[in-house]
């Protein structure tokens, strides 16, 4: 049990060959005898008891683990930026951003994709900020222009190449070649 910590994890078990990923609470119950407690909200859950299982902690995910898997897809792609929809908030409290106070930030999702999806940008009490203006529609045109490479957080930018899965899974092509290409899960030690 060496490296596992009690708390929000994920254990991973084979199913039938299938590698079935579930999320909760681990809590240790005797460790000399190797036992914990797993409280999970899943609904169905596979017989465990006995079974050796994989533990893994954030930042990991299952998909992590599975995005090095010969069977997953990729698709090399030409990243585009996308158009965003834009609005400017103003935040309870101050930050401190390249030595300026900011209240006010723009947050930005991209239209009709991976709803959910935010970015926040600083606007500068000069009103400056890092991105193209919106048209008055609150649309900034090609404002998504970068995604995040799952396995090193690089950005894959518009104009550069990447691999996407299914899933809409990014990993720039220095991981793809790294990791993905020898099914390699050293990324995830630190």
């Known amino acids: 049990m ?3 910590n009690e708390g929000s994890c994920f254990l991973l078990t084979s199913d039938k ?3 079935i990923g579930l999320f909760g609470e681990l809590r240790f119950l005797q460790i000399a005898e190797r036992t914990a407690m797993f409280h999970t909200t899943e609904e169905s859950m596979p017989e465990v008891l006995g079974r050796e299982l994989t533990y893994l902690k954030e930042p990991w995910k299952p998909h992590h683990i599975w995005m090095v898997d010969p069977r997953w897809t990729w698709k090399r792609t030409l990243y585009q930026a996308k158009d965003v929809i834009s609005r400017t908030i103003r935040d309870n409290k101050v930050s401190i951003v390249d030595g300026q106070e900011v209240w006010d930030w723009i ?4 239209l009709a994709e991976k709803a959910g999806d935010s970015r926040y940008y600083p606007v500068f009490p000069d009103g400056r900020t890092t991105l193209p203006p919106a048209g008055p529609d609150g649309v900034i045109k090609g404002g998504w222009d970068h995604e995040h490479c799952e396995l090193c957080e690089a950005h894959v930018d518009a104009g550069k190449y990447g691999y996407v899965d299914p899933g809409e899974h990014w990993v720039c092509e220095a991981c793809y070649g790294k990791y993905v290409v020898n099914h390699d899960l050293s990324f995830m030690n630190p």
């Open 2 to 4: 060496e490296g596992v």
């Open 107 to 110: 947050e930005i999702k991209r």
């Open 17 to 19: 060959g299938v590698l």
